[in-house]
Nanobody, 129 residues
Framework: QVQLVESGGGLVQVGGSLRLSCAASGGTFSSRATGWFRQAPGKEREFVAAISKSGGNTYYAESAKGRFTISRDNAKNAVYLQMSSLKPEDTAVYYC??????????????????????WGQGTQVTVSS
């Protein structure tokens, strides 16, 4: 019911910033918490940040805390990830995802990949050193 398309990735130097966007189609986006995950070459997919369906609650991986900001605009069916102070270890394909449970509490922030049922195709972020 939900289709997600990421954009905004690219090549940036250490210390730079990027703003990733995720456009959603489907009428249930605003009813689902959303998150960002990333996967570097040869590594497993890891959690980056998540936001509740209302946008009032967020959670960040320790690696992202203080540098990344997740936000959403339900009127636009979009979720964003503002990244700053980028490091080479941030290099990865970034995926946005929508929670599998639309009836979850409005404050709930899922942190595990298995809690998400809809995924975008990913956008590449490369931080050069």
């Amino acid at each position: 019911q939900v289709q997600l398309v990421e954009s905004g990735g690219g090549l940036v130097q250490v210390g730079g910033s990027l703003r990733l966007s995720c456009a959603a189609s489907g009428g249930t986006f605003s009813s689902r918490a959303t998150g960002w995950f990333r996967q570097a070459p040869g590594k497993e997919r890891e959690f980056v940040a998540a936001i509740s369906k209302s946008g009032g609650n967020t959670y960040y991986a320790e690696s992202a805390k203080g540098r990344f900001t997740i936000s959403r605009d339900n009127a636009k069916n979009a979720v964003y990830l503002q990244m700053s102070s980028l490091k080479p270890e941030d290099t990865a394909v970034y995926y946005c995802a929508a929670h599998k449970v639309p009836l979850a509490a409005v404050t709930y922030v899922p942190r595990i990949s298995s809690e998400y049922d809809y995924w975008g195709q990913g956008t590449q972020v490369t931080v050069s050193s």
